[in-house]
């Protein structure tokens, strides 16, 4: 059976606890639970946090070792993309070099050798955009199954995440840049013409993230966002919100990514549950122990608090 890990960005002690919360012990290799259960990783190891290297040695050793699965986030793909020069361009990069992503990078970059860095990038390579298990799936931040097959077959054709794969999905409108926007980072909704939110950094952000998996109907501004944004106005949705229904038959969906506040964790349906419950923003690292089943539960949730909780003054 599975446990499944949410959002870590360079929290090295807090997954360990984690870890040993949910009875994996240290051997040899790689961090290994007595009774062969497997951890799956949501994606987003790196980018803050004090301890990124060892965030993936520890989460690499794992996979390897074939005591987890991980699949990759956005903030894995993104420094694909800033790392890896525009094949057509040979002087800038996938991901351009301005201000903004040279420092959003720089904590990452500044931990790593450059050994060390090129030595993890490769091993995101490798990481899934979306796993299926057949009773239970994950995925960073949207299931979308002909996204997620379009991901698959550009890896084929081109190798995944090859310089060639990242070209085509950093091109903006295309298939697979559509592809990888929704299914590592989420549909979006634009908000109207004067509404504004803040993010989780204090920038201004004319879009929020939504509860794609449900259906638009009846949903406001303020239940519609994700996590809930409860100043937005309790005015009807677009009927046309980029809504990706999620079927209440089909199998748990486990995410990371929303940022969720650092309340009492719980599913956010019957059969999804995001654990991204902002450790990066002294909030919590949380896990799922899940043994089977098709309705989730409130009292599968384990969870670990940021060991900077920014409460000391
Ligand atoms: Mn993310």
């Known amino acids: 059976m599975y446990d499944i890990i949410g959002d870590i960005h360079g929290h090295a002690d807090e997954l360990v606890e984690l870890l040993t919360k949910l009875g994996y012990s240290q051997t040899a290799e790689c961090f290994r639970h007595p009774q062969s259960r497997k951890v799956v990783f949501c994606g987003d190891f790196i980018d803050r946090g004090p301890h990124i290297p060892d ?67 490769n091993w995101f390579r490798t990481l899934p955009a979306a796993i299926d298990l057949g009773e239970l799936r994950v995925v960073h931040a949207c299931w979308h199954s002909a996204d997620i097959q379009a991901i698959e077959d550009y890896s084929e054709k081109c190798g995944a995440f090859t310089p060639a794969f990242l070209k085509h999905a950093t091109t903006k409108g295309s298939t697979l840049f559509n592809a990888i926007e929704r299914v590592m980072k989420g549909p979006e909704l634009p908000l109207p013409d004067g509404m504004t939110v803040e993010d989780k950094e204090g920038n201004t952000r004319h879009r929020i993230r939504i509860r794609w998996f449900d259906s638009p109907n009846r949903h406001t501004w303020a239940t519609y966002s994700l996590p809930i944004k409860s100043h937005l106005p309790q005015t009807p949705i677009p009927t046309n919100a980029p809504a990706v229904p999620y079927a209440d038959d089909a199998p748990p969906l486990f995410v990371g990514h929303y940022w969720l506040p650092d309340n009492e964790p719980a599913p956010l349906k019957s059969n999804i549950a995001c654990l991204d419950y902002s450790v990066a923003r002294h909030g919590m690292m949380c ?27």
């Open 55 to 121: 965030v993936v040695r520890i989460a690499k050793a794992m996979v390897e070792g074939d005591a987890a699965l991980a699949v990759m986030g956005n903030h894995e793909f993104n420094a694909l993309a800033f790392h890896t020069r525009d094949p057509a361009s040979p002087g800038n990069y996938l991901r351009v070099h301005n201000k903004k992503n040279v420092q959003q990078h720089s904590h990452t970059q500044n931990q790593f050798s450059a050994e060390e860095l090129e030595e993890s990038l």
């Open 287 to 313: 896990a799922y122990r899940f043994d089977g089943g098709t309705s989730l539960s409130k009292d599968r949730f384990v969870t670990v608090k940021s060991h900077d909780r920014g409460d000391t003054a």
